[in-house]
């Protein structure tokens, strides 16, 4: 397990354009400090990023796919800073949201497939056409027309992976992706994700999400903590979770 320290540490260099690349990244919030000097070069298959909530997880997820800006710093993805070229940036990066209702735009089903297509260039009709054949291949083609309003949460969360699946993204952020499904939902949706052949990172406070992991990274307060092998970071990082546990929860709320 390496420890991260700004002392001594030789940041990747912002020349390699392989995979997820962040340099003394830091993100500001309302005058607070939310990410502060993230250095980190991932280019593994499968990647997990733990922390507690408030660790700064999710908003290193909106960095990492240009939904906000550094406040200082670089990130690129594959070379891409990814706040400055979007459009760039679908064919690279795909993302799937912890609540697919915050992910879907259209009220029926092919809609919401061929909108990342439309977004790359494609033509409506074409996309529409892509959409409806890429049910059909899935075994749902009478879903096309379909209002999202009917589907399941488990049944929401399978369109949106299968929407960005369609764009064909090189790596795919995965934001609590199992959090709040029931366990047969749980155990199809893991399946799918161990068969892709995208870079997978995983943003979760779940270690057994990361266990099998190439590298996992641990947030804390905004900064790395530990990286490396799952079997290196994750034990000091459930110890550090106990720990807390045996806290007063509500010590900072004492009057």
């Known amino acids: 397990m390496k420890i991260i320290s700004r002392q001594g540490f030789s ?3 912002p020349s390699d354009d392989d995979g997820l690349l962040l340099r003394r990244a830091c993100v500001t919030l309302g005058g607070k400090a939310v990410l502060q000097d993230i250095n980190l ?4 298959r499968r990647i997990g990023i733990i922390g507690r909530n408030g660790s700064g997880k999710s908003t290193l997820l909106r960095l990492i796919a240009g939904l906000i800006p550094a406040s200082s710093g670089e990130v ?3 070379g891409i800073d990814p706040s ?6 679908l064919s690279r990066l795909g993302i799937l949201f912890q609540n697919p ?10 809609e919401e497939l061929a909108f990342g297509l439309i977004q790359q260039g494609q033509t409506k009709s074409a996309a529409m056409v892509a959409a409806r054949t890429r049910l059909k291949a899935e075994g749902k083609g009478g879903w096309a027309d379909l209002s999202i309003s009917t589907l399941s949460q488990g049944q929401r969360h399978w369109l949106c992976l299968l929407a960005v699946l369609m764009m ?8 609590e992706p199992l959090a709040g499904l029931d366990l047969p939902t749980q155990a199809r949706l893991a399946r799918a994700f161990a068969a892709l052949p995208q870079r997978l990172v995983t943003i979760t406070h779940d270690p057994d999400l990361v266990k099998t992991a190439d590298r996992v990274v641990w947030l804390e307060a905004g900064r790395v903590l530990a990286e490396g092998k799952p079997d290196k970071v994750l034990p000091g990082f459930m110890a550090a979770m106990h720990a807390y546990g045996l806290d007063d929860a509500d010590a900072d709320f004492a009057g």
């Open 11 to 13: 940041a990747p260099s």
């Open 101 to 110: 209702d915050h992910q879907i735009l259209f009220p029926t089903v092919a």
């Open 168 to 175: 064909e993204p090189d790596t795919i952020l995965l934001d």
């Open 76 to 78: 690129r993805v594959d």
């Open 41 to 44: 070069h991932l280019t593994e």
């Open 84 to 89: 400055k070229d979007r459009k760039a940036l």
